[in-house]
């Protein structure tokens, strides 16, 4: 698999790099992101797919075709084998809608798949032959995604920047200090600083070719495509019911979900198309519609990983649109939903269907139900996102539902802030001081 640029690359170009390339020095001179020069046809390998098919089982099997020569089919049973020890799960809830649940994983976010997968390719890739550094932005409890993914991975350190304010979760038992492979960096600024500061590194080239540093942000397309997997997964566990047309509704704030499925489609996914499902924020409902991305301030909701201005993948969304204008004006359906529908949506799916769903999959249920009433939607069936665990949003749940969400085990260390390694400027030099103290 062959990568280029959003902004200055082109299929075929002398600008495109490999598949270790684009992961490894995620960021390309241009300014741009990268994105697939091409990606491969699988639907010989997962139409023939049954439902008893295991996540860890369809990654392996199509993970070497859709990289192509980036991952042989040894390496990629043991990148599934040592990412996925937890999957998808889908349940439907009538003849319409299902809901599909991403946040089965070690931290209760959808996140764990790409976050997972993205950390045991790295290894894979420098397995005994070098070392690599992470250079992320995190915010709130998504450093401790990060820390389950790295920990104790040969040859990584895990660089965390966060900003004022805590972090959770995060155990001092893995910070490179105390033998481990983490180190948390909190950075005084807010999260734009901390994703500037990551960038501004990974660009000063001679120190980021020094420390191999790369990031696991979805600036980093490692991020996104293994994404991609949970779309035909979930098909796969659903199309022997299937009646009429298929429909994701999709949470959408950076709108990385939304350039995954996209490129679940371009792999061969049977689909009739996605709800770009936003909350009051709307950031690119326009854009969406075929008219200019306009950036508006932002609106703080009740589904707060929505509650963003101006979408990372952007860049990714305009670059899709200028090749496939048609694609997506008729397959992506752009939807805003209040507080107020958030709040009824979580109500209706606890007493409808016994469901507890956070904000983020309320607010793609409450889109998917409006699309379903239009009369030639009416027989569609809608899979609708979730893509965090209720516990993680527990006051607002039981706000709206009047139900007490039951705290697994597993996430109870979100409540526990963790102390940094350092506490920096927001500048380069500062980052730099910070981790030659530490490695």
Same mark, same amino acid.
């Given at each position: ?13 002398? /600008? ?6 684009? #992961? ?25 797919? /049954? ?45 319409? #809608?299902?809901?599909?649940?991403? +946040? /089965? ?30 250079? !992320? ?20 350190? *895990?660089?965390?920047?966060?900003? *004022?304010?805590? #972090? ?25 600083? $901390? ?12 120190? !980021? ?7 696991? /942000? ?11 997997? @949970?779309?035909?997964?979930? @098909? ?15 949470? =959408? ?23 770009? =499902? ?36 952007? =860049?990714?969304?305009? =670059?899709?649109?200028?090749? *496939? &204008? ?7 359906? &752009? ?17 409808? +269907?016994?469901?507890?769903?956070? &904000? ?5 249920? !409450? ?11 009416? $027989? *569609? ?45 927001? $500048? ?6 910070? #981790?030659? !103290? $530490?490695?």
């Amino acid at each position: 698999m062959l990568f280029r640029s959003t902004i200055s690359g082109k299929a075929g170009s002398a /600008n495109e790099v490999s598949f270790k390339d684009a #992961i490894l020095d995620c960021l390309p001179p241009d300014g741009g992101l990268y994105i697939p020069s091409k990606v491969m046809d699988l639907r010989q390998f997962f139409l023939y797919m /049954n439902e008893g098919i295991t996540f860890s089982e369809l990654v392996t099997t199509l993970a070497p075709a859709l990289f192509d020569a980036g991952l042989n089919p040894v390496s990629s049973s043991r990148v599934a084998e040592s990412a996925f020890d937890f999957e998808p799960e889908i349940k439907t809830l009538d003849e319409n #809608i299902s809901i599909l649940n991403l +946040y /089965n994983g070690p931290t209760g976010s959808f996140k764990d798949f790409g976050i997972a997968f993205f950390a045991s390719v790295l290894e894979e890739i420098i397995r005994d032959k070098g070392h690599a550094m992470i250079l !992320s932005a995190v915010r709130g409890d998504d450093g401790l995604n990060l820390e389950r993914a790295f920990h104790g991975r040969k040859g990584l350190i *895990s660089v965390m920047l966060y900003p *004022s304010g805590p #972090i959770h979760g995060l155990n001092p038992q893995s910070y490179v200090t105390n033998g481990g492979n983490i180190i948390p960096v909190q950075v005084k600024g807010n999260l734009d600083d $901390c994703q500037a500061l990551v960038n501004e590194t990974i660009n000063d080239r001679p120190f !980021s070719k020094r420390h191999n540093i790369t990031s696991a /942000n979805t600036i980093n397309p490692l991020r996104l495509l293994p994404q991609a997997f @949970y779309y035909l997964y979930a @098909y796969i566990k659903i199309k022997k019911i299937l009646a009429g047309d298929l429909f994701f509704s999709i949470p =959408s704030g950076n709108f990385g979900n939304l350039i995954s499925a996209l490129y679940a489609w371009k792999a061969g996914l049977p689909v009739n198309g996605f709800i770009a =499902s936003m909350n009051a924020n709307n950031s690119l409902g326009e854009f969406l519609m075929g008219g200019d991305f306009k950036p508006k301030p932002v609106i703080a909701t009740n589904s707060p990983a929505l509650d963003v201005g101006i979408p990372s993948n952007l =860049s990714r969304l305009e =670059s899709f649109r200028n090749e *496939s &204008p048609s694609v997506m004006r008729n397959m992506v359906f &752009p939807a805003s939903v209040g507080n107020d529908e958030t709040f009824k949506a979580m109500e209706e799916a606890w007493k409808l +269907y016994g469901e507890l769903l956070d &904000p983020h999959a309320a607010v793609a249920l !409450s889109a998917a139900r409006n699309f379903l009433k239009a009369e030639k939607h009416r $027989c *569609s069936h809608v899979i609708v996102l979730a893509t965090g665990h209720p516990a993680r949003e527990a006051a607002i749940i039981r706000s709206a539902t009047g139900q007490n969400v039951e705290i697994p085990e597993k996430l109870q260390l979100l409540k526990k802030d963790a102390a940094p390694v350092a506490i920096i400027d927001s $500048c380069p030099d500062a980052l730099k001081s910070a #981790i030659a !103290s $530490c490695v």
